[in-house]
């Protein structure tokens, strides 16, 4: 098992690029840096009440999580080419997992010959694939803004990059 640690940056660090040059996956020393790209203002849970409302709720739900005015906050993270990799290796195989499981289940549907029976095999081979694909993306480092919008916490961070994170703040601190 990995320990993971949450290291909390002024939002202008992450920004700005000035992050410590430790892979936040790996812990090791890189010059590499990955592009993020963080979703910092979603539309509330309080629109799910509209699943209440049948089919044309759903489908209002839908425009408002598909098409709903969102920031984002861009930076970029300390990411070494070998975490980029394993990071790229799992989702690729999250993906194909997902696709598998839906061509054995319509494999499946053809076979069986009660239609109903072979409509819950796909539903829940997409929700497999869907879960994989969520696991997958879930594995990394996960950027939160907290409510004043000045400081990012990098959750799940490898524990040497969350000590290079508090020597920078204790470094900045003294100048």
Known sequence: MRHRSDATVFVDDYVQDRLPGICVVTGEP??????????VDRPSLGWLFLLL????????????????????????????????????????????FGIGAVVVARAVLGAIANFSIGVVGVVLALIAGIGAYLWASSMGPALQLDASRRFVTIRKA??????????????????
């Open 30 to 39: 890189t010059n590499d840096r990955l592009h993020s790209e963080t979703v």
């Open 53 to 96: 409302l049948g089919p044309i709720g759903w489908i209002v739900l839908l425009a408002v999580f598909a098409f709903g005015q969102r920031s984002y906050l861009h930076g970029e993270l300390p990411f070494s080419e070998e975490a980029y990799l394993a990071e790229k290796r799992r989702t690729r195989s999250a993906v194909l």
């Open 158 to 175: 490898h524990p040497n990059f969350a000590a290079a994170v508090r020597e920078m703040e204790w470094m900045s601190a003294r100048i």
